[in-house]
């Protein structure tokens, strides 16, 4: 009799047993497949993320070299026909345009910016020196006003507080143009009155006042100068300056571009032509004041004797 009570027991908890762990196991397996396909979701967005910044990229690329200037916004493209419309990532979010660190990025799969899982794409990455040339400051025959002036690939700011013209001299490399290495404080001698400042106008060039002792212009077209080492200019996002594989060549001219911001700093005030032309801004690295060029002739405010 108690067997018979057992059979039935049995029958009855199998007939509850099958289905159930039936459905148990179809549960898993359909989670397992879930998970997986959202995984193979996210990786195929990412992946067109990645492919869409990069083709973005060039595109603001290309903007910077029809235009001369980097975009401020998105509107920039559009208006320049480069781009039909603001530009949205796979997650739906627009993507945002860093001008200060030449990027594009998306706030990547969990929608936030500045974290992680972050996706970005320069358009230009490297930090590099473009472009070197002598200003003679307005006066051909007067070495105290003349200038060096770096143009480089993208905005650049200093990684350190209280950097001086000298700091940033010191970070250069001075080669012939036949590769020989010069000592750059016999041409470019220490002077701690040495003043620079950023133009305000594109803020990727720096103008280093050289000291009325420089030797720099000696040699004319025959001097290479290297890019920077890390340790002073950086560029706006804080990747630091990478030496350049290729040097530049100075160029050896009579520029005068600078000749108003330099009167404006009180240096070779007598040099010809009284300058109201394009008044361009003065940042002084220093005080960090932007001033506009021709706002006054007040050399006194804007810092030459900050320089220590
Ligand atoms: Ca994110
Ligand atoms: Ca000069």
């Not at 350190?160 to 010191?170: C, E, F, G, R």
């Not at 470019?188 to 133009?199: A, N």
């Not at 600078?258 to 008044?279: I, P, R």
Request: hydrophobic share 40%; net charge negative.
């Amino acid at each position: 009799m108690a067997d018979k009570v057992k059979k039935v027991f049995w029958e009855k908890l199998k007939k509850f047993l099958v289905p159930a762990s039936f459905a148990f196991v179809i549960g898993i397996l359909l989670f397992v497949s879930l998970r997986i396909y959202s995984g193979l979701k996210i990786t195929a967005q990412i992946d067109r993320c990645n492919s869409e910044l990069k083709s973005i990229a060039k595109k603001v690329l290309t903007f910077v070299q029809t235009q001369g200037e980097d975009p401020e916004s998105w509107q920039d493209l559009i208006k320049a026909g480069i781009l039909s419309e603001i530009p949205y990532d796979p997650w739906g979010r627009a993507y945002e345009l860093l001008v200060d660190a030449c990027k594009v990025v998306s706030a990547g799969p969990n929608g936030k910016f500045g974290d992680g899982d972050d996706i970005g794409e320069y358009w230009i990455k490297d930090l590099v020196l473009m472009q070197a040339y002598l200003d003679d400051g307005g006066t051909y025959n007067d070495r105290s006003d003349d200038l060096l002036v770096l143009v480089f690939s993208k905005k650049v700011g200093f990684s350190k507080d209280n950097v001086t013209a000298d700091d940033i001299l010191q970070d250069f490399k001075l080669v012939t143009k036949y590769g020989q290495p010069l000592d750059i404080a016999q041409y470019i001698p220490v002077d701690s009155q040495t003043e620079f400042f950023i133009d305000a106008d594109d803020e990727k060039t720096l103008v280093i006042h050289l000291p009325p002792n420089h030797q720099l212009d000696v040699f004319k077209y025959a001097i290479n100068i290297k890019a920077p080492h890390a340790n002073v200019i950086m560029a706006r996002d804080g990747v630091p300056a990478v030496p350049s594989g290729t040097p530049i060549e100075i160029e050896s001219g009579t520029y005068n571009k600078y000749a108003n911001v330099m009167k404006n700093l009180g240096v070779g005030e007598e040099s010809g032509e009284d300058s109201d032309t394009e008044g361009g801004e003065v940042l002084n690295c220093k005080s960090g004041t932007v001033k506009a060029a021709d706002e006054e002739n007040s050399s006194e405010e804007n810092g030459l004797e900050g320089a220590e």
